[in-house]
Structures are given as C-alpha cells and as structure tokens.
C-alpha cells in the first residue's frame, strides 16, 4: 500500500500516524501539538505527566530525521494557551531550538494560542498559501481553493473482531483536507461528528473520506451518508 496521495494537484505523504510530508515543497506538516497542556491543566489543580511536550516534540524529531525537511509547518493550537510558550521547560526547549534551527519553521496560529510569536524562532503566520493551497488552523466555509487545517482533531472509531479502535485520521474531499491533532495529550472529535461534516463544507457531488495510517500505507473509508465503508 503507498502512503501517497493527491490533493489540490500536490501529491502528499502520510508521515507516521499524524502529519503529512509534501515533497515537492520539502515540507512537514503537523497540527494541533497543545504543547504545555499538562502545565495548563496543573495551573487548575489537574495533575497530568507533566511529559506531552518533550513527547510530541521527540516525535517530531523522528519524523525530521526520517525525512529531513526544509520546513516543519504547524496548523495552529501550537501551544495549549497564549502564555505556553512562556512555560516550555527547558528540555523541551532545547528540542524546539535544535528543530528551529535546523528548518524553516512556521507557527499558523490558532483559537488556543492567538498570541504565538516565535519566542523559540520561527515564525508566526495568520495563514499561509503555498502552491494555490491555503494553510489554517481552522477550515474556512465558502473558499473553493485547496486548503489544508486542524482544530477538530478527528479521529476514526470502528468495531473490529469485537473491539472498538480509535485511530487518528485524516478527512479529505476534493477541497479540504482536515488535519488530525499531532499532540501528545490531546483527544480526538469522532470523525462523524456533525461539526467535521460540515467544516468539510460539502458541494454537490462531493465525497468526503477518512485517511487512517497503517504500517503498510493508510486505509481509506467513505464517510458519505453519515456512514463509513472502507474503500
């Protein structure tokens, strides 16, 4: 199975379980990383290990030496509120400044982190269009033009052989691509949920499916209908 596919005239690849690889702008895409959200929660009295964003940034670093992008582009809820990137620990630091300084990294901001700037390096965009597809955080109703975005982490729910399974996916149609929460603590928006459906912004004649990673490629499963058939 091939992890490749086409959107808005690009081709992409699903690049582990959560981001995508879009070779011809040498480019890593991810999404929704919350990072601090455990030192968020702690500041109300909810004890979580206090770990998601060493792991999510370790995670990130895996996926550069495997690929080694010219740019790591994250869609927005980078930090888990305005003052995360004040509160990173100094480990987690230190692996944001080692991927900084070694891509071109961009910070789409998002409904959490409106006040993002790139204390670390980087830097902060509204919104970026490279190649005619537009990058968001959050899908925008009514735009015919290729977008990609975040924000509803979504993720695919199946009974198989008996047990439920929840994976992480992608939701694509011919005009969206809705990126899944590449976070370590971060939950998920059943894929069918009616805010996704219609974040997808459906025209006539449009399907929409989701994008699930195996080992071996992703799988594909129709969700037209308020349904899901795999593909």
């Not at 060493?54 to 990130?60: E, F, G, H, K, P």
């Not at 370590?184 to 399907?207: F, M, N, P, R």
């Amino acid at each position: 199975m091939a992890h490749e596919f086409e959107f808005g005239g690009q081709t992409f690849e699903i690049a582990g379980e959560a981001a995508l690889y879009w070779r011809a702008q040498d480019a890593l895409l991810v999404s929704d990383l919350h990072l601090e959200k455990a030192s968020a929660f702690a500041l109300f009295g909810q004890m979580l290990p206090p770990y998601d964003s060493v792991s999510t940034l370790q995670d990130i670093a895996a996926l550069c030496s495997k690929y080694s992008p010219a740019k790591i582009i994250s869609l927005g809820d980078n930090f888990h509120d305005d003052d995360g990137e004040h509160r990173l620990a100094e480990d987690a630091a230190a692996l944001l400044v080692d991927l900084i300084r070694d891509t071109e990294w961009i910070w789409i901001t998002g409904n959490h982190d409106r006040a993002v700037s790139g204390i670390w390096g980087g830097e902060a965009l509204d919104e970026l269009t490279l190649s005619g597809i537009t990058l968001r955080h959050e899908a925008k109703a009514g735009d015919p033009h290729p977008e990609i975005s975040g924000h509803f982490h979504p993720k695919f729910r199946q009974i198989l052989r008996g047990r439920m399974v929840k994976r992480r996916c992608f939701v694509k149609t011919p005009r969206k691509m809705i990126m899944p929460a590449f976070g370590a603590l971060t939950g998920g928006l059943d894929v069918l949920d009616a805010a996704i459906l219609k974040a997808c912004d459906l025209s006539d004649g449009e399907d929409v499916e989701a994008l699930v990673a195996t080992q071996s490629g992703y799988a594909r499963f129709a969700l037209n209908n308020a349904g899901a058939r795999a593909k």
